[in-house]
């Protein structure tokens, strides 16, 4: 039977709970937002009170705080500094590992010459990392998943899993996951995810799309769609009730609401043009003379993916690994080739990255690869704004100041 993905419940906050109880049961890891370190960060929930209830956030070029809300929402707060892309996509990840011991068993692709030549037999890596089998590898429930972010890995899902040579790992990953989506009432200083068509609403990826509801007087409810037949069945373990028509159409004017209220904008008309043609602008030099390389935007945004290898030993010698771990295109070596990088400058690095994320990632993977979700604004330590930069670029063309 198809799902209904028509109809509307909702839910009372106490189920929430209910939900996180009913999945850990049903063998997920249940992953969502929670207070730590004076931040709101993506971790293992044990229960759903770990959820950030009455926090929100405050957002700035550099700048991300806490703060004290009037009410008790649970997910009343913007993204925070990490994306579902550290479960999806980790910042680390062993490939393999090869103990020397002379046996000759074929090495994958990929094996360095000097481990052929030694008689090392390679021991290709059982995903997630550390030697879990698939049969022990977590089920992840995703709490909380916000529409720039849903946007996000449907993106990583087709640079990572949906070319001629799917990675692996990745697939493993995600096949299973159980996608809980909030979509945003209350945008973010540096949100712009409307002007990027990624949200405040959900509109597909998702298992169960659910919506804060909080009343003048205190009551606090989700409304709840269904994405996918399997989830009907979960919510038919929450206590729930069909949404009248007051409820469905109080949910809808929340996101429409988050939708005029973004804390940034960009103009997206001719933008990949528009960067492509600004190639050797000076804009790119004025960005430099501000940017610190630091590659943090590289580090919070959902959609970068690049890596690199590397090779490590033990002291004696007797056993090798090979590991992956997150790059960036701000580092020097990430152009390394030949001899010398090919992005020695700054501004060309910082030209790269945007022109990528902006332009050719359509070209490359048919989307833009910004969803909008301000993560490179607030935690650049220098404050540098996407959304101004472009700006900039469009102000300079048109011969404004
Ligand atoms: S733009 Fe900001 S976050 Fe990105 S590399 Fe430059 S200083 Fe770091
Ligand atoms: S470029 Fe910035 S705003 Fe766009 S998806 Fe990445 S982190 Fe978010």
């Known amino acids: 039977m198809a799902p209904d993905t028509t109809t509307t419940s909702v839910i009372d906050v106490s189920a929430l709970g209910i939900l996180v109880t009913t999945l850990q049961r049903r063998g997920f890891t249940v992953i969502g937002p929670t207070v730590r370190d004076g931040a709101i960060v993506l971790a293992e929930l044990t229960s759903a009170d770990e959820l950030p209830f009455g926090t929100g956030v405050r957002l700035d070029g550099g700048r991300y705080r ?45 094996t360095p010459r000097s481990m052929v030549s030694t008689g090392a037999s390679t021991e290709p890596e059982t995903y997630p990392a550390s030697g879990m089998s698939t049969e022990q590898r977590p089920r992840y429930a995703f709490l909380g998943v916000r529409p720039c972010d849903l946007r996000a890995i449907g993106i ?95 949910s809808a004017q929340a996101v429409a609401d988050a939708a005029n209220n973004m804390g940034r904008t960009m103009e997206t008309a001719g933008l990949r043009e528009l960067m492509v ?49 997150w790059d960036s295109c701000f580092d020097l070596d990430f152009s390394y080739i030949h001899g010398g990088s090919v992005r020695t400058s700054t501004a060309s690095r910082y030209r790269q990255w945007a022109t990528h994320k902006l332009s050719t990632w359509h070209d490359q993977f048919g989307s833009s690869g910004c969803v909008g979700c301000g993560r490179c604004i607030a935690w650049c330590p220098v404050g540098i704004d996407l959304t101004a930069e472009v700006a900039a670029l469009r102000a300079a063309e048109e011969g404004s100041p």
């Open 156 to 250: 990583l899902d087709r640079v990572l899993a949906g070319g001629a040579h799917p990675d692996a790992a990745y697939q493993t990953r995600r096949d299973g996951i159980l996608v809980i989506a909030v979509e945003c009432t209350e945008p973010g200083e540096t949100c712009f995810c409307t002007s990027m068509g990624a949200g405040p609403g959900a509109d597909d990826g998702f298992d169960l799309a659910l919506t804060e509801l909080i009343d003048d007087d205190g009551g606090h409810h989700f409304t709840v769609r269904i994405g996918t037949e399997a989830d009907a069945d979960l919510l038919r373990d929450l206590p729930h009730e069909c949404a009248d028509a007051a409820t469905r159409e109080r």
């Open 66 to 110: 806490l703060r004290a809300r009037d009410d008790r929402a649970a997910f009343g707060h913007a993204a925070g500094p990490q994306s579902w892309k550290t479960y999806l996509h980790p910042a680390r990840e062993r490939l393999w590992s090869a103990p020397r011991d002379g046996s000759a068993a074929p090495e994958p692709s990929g």
């Open 277 to 325: 043609r600004n190639r050797n602008s000076t804009h790119w030099d004025d960005v430099a003379s501000r940017c610190l390389t630091c590659g943090n935007c590289t580090m919070v945004c959902p959609t970068c993916f690049c890596t690199t290898t590397e090779d490590v030993t033990d002291l004696t010698g007797e056993h090798a690994e090979r590991w992956r771990r």
